[in-house]
């Protein structure tokens, strides 16, 4: 998540967020928080997750992972900062277990497709070496005639 939009779910402004962050950069590691480089900016402008630039403010944006986002709630101190935390948690979990059940419906369709191909394969090994009925091989033209 972006910096500025956990500032607005956080209810502070995002130069005090960033604030907080740079005071403990020590709970943030690179597999935490990182900051946003110019070319990844252009990126999310031009597939519209930023409006425009001007959005930014002038600054980078930080990005935040899961466990980022869960170490806000120990440098941002007020209630909110806290339900906040807590309501975007569930999020990630939920996002988690849809995830899963993606995975698991996904590898039951290339179960059921590979069953389907293995019946198929029997059928064609069983079949008669016949021409196929739906081909024009050994079957007079119809239609117009010159």
């Not at 064609?124 to 119809?142: C, Y």
Request: charge should be negative; proline fraction near 5%; charged fraction near 30%.
């Amino acid at each position: 998540m972006l910096d500025f939009d956990l500032a607005e779910l956080y209810e502070v402004e995002t130069r005090a967020l960033k604030q907080s962050v740079k005071r403990n950069t020590r709970r943030f590691p690179p597999d935490f928080m990182f900051e946003l480089s110019e070319s990844e900016i252009v990126l999310l402008v031009s597939q519209n997750v930023i409006p425009s630039k001007s959005r930014l403010g002038g600054a980078l944006p930080f990005a935040f992972t899961e466990q980022g986002v869960a170490m806000l709630s120990s440098v941002l101190r007020s209630n909110k900062a806290i339900d906040t935390n807590i309501a975007v948690m569930r999020a990630f979990v939920a996002l988690r277990r849809y995830a899963l059940t993606f995975d698991e419906i996904a590898s039951k369709v290339l179960e059921h497709d590979k069953e389907i191909a293995d019946i198929n394969e029997a059928l064609r090994q069983l079949a008669p070496d016949e021409p196929d009925p739906n081909t024009w091989e050994g079957r007079p033209r119809i239609g117009f005639k010159k």
